[in-house]
């Protein structure tokens, strides 16, 4: 008799000590849902020379970097200023993004280098980016034709 009462005591403790063990876990601070920015962006080649040719072109090769990786975003075309725009959404904690383009093409044999400009610091509860890119195209002599990007515009929502 005296060993049931033992064993009904142990188990009623142990239980208690369950329970009492989920609901501290359950009551530790859950971390704050995270949120995602969704990236507005415009790329644009304001000078450009594709074999020689040197009126407004689109970009070619543009690539959208950022940290952590993402995917590769699908570029409209906007006719009346031969740029490109995409909306991407950002990964979770996203903290940089980058653009990367190329204003020229077809010259032999130094040949032609894509160019890219950055974004650090994007701010945290960050929802929404409007950005926009500008590129440019000019030879490095003797060489190359070099492609300089630059980010003409930013905003956060």
């Given at each position: 008799?005296?060993?049931?009462?033992?064993?009904?005591?142990?188990?009623?403790?142990?239980?208690?000590?369950?329970?009492?063990?989920?609901?501290?876990?359950?009551?530790?601070?859950?971390?704050?849902?995270?949120?995602?920015?969704?990236?507005?962006?415009?790329?644009?080649?304001?000078?450009?020379?594709?074999?020689?040719?040197i009126r407004d072109w689109y970009p070619s090769n543009v690539r959208l970097s950022t940290s952590p990786p993402s995917a590769t975003p699908g570029l409209v075309a906007v006719p009346a200023t031969h740029a490109f725009q995409?909306?991407?959404?950002?990964?979770?904690?996203?903290?940089?993004?980058?653009?990367?383009?190329?204003?020229?093409?077809?010259?032999?044999?130094?040949?032609?280098?894509?160019?890219?400009?950055?974004?650090?610091?994007?701010?945290?509860?960050?929802?929404?980016?409007?950005?926009?890119?500008?590129?440019?195209?000019?030879?490095?002599?003797?060489?190359?034709?070099?492609?300089?990007?630059?980010?003409?515009?930013?905003?956060?929502?």
């Amino acid at each position: 008799m005296f060993a049931a009462t033992l064993v009904r005591r142990g188990l009623a403790l142990g239980s208690a000590l369950v329970v009492t063990g989920t609901l501290g876990i359950v009551g530790l601070a859950q971390p704050a849902a995270a949120t995602t920015a969704v990236l507005h962006a415009t790329v644009d080649c304001v000078s450009s020379n594709h074999f020689g040719d040197i009126r407004d072109w689109y970009p070619s090769n543009v690539r959208l970097s950022t940290s952590p990786p993402s995917a590769t975003p699908g570029l409209v075309a906007v006719p009346a200023t031969h740029a490109f725009q995409f909306t991407q959404t950002l990964p979770d904690g996203a903290t940089s993004m980058g653009v990367t383009a190329l204003c020229s093409s077809g010259h032999y044999p130094y040949g032609d280098f894509s160019g890219s400009a950055n974004l650090t610091g994007i701010p945290a509860g960050t929802t929404g980016i409007t950005a926009s890119w500008a590129c440019s195209a000019a030879p490095v002599s003797p060489g190359p034709w070099l492609t300089n990007c630059s980010l003409r515009s930013v905003s956060f929502s």
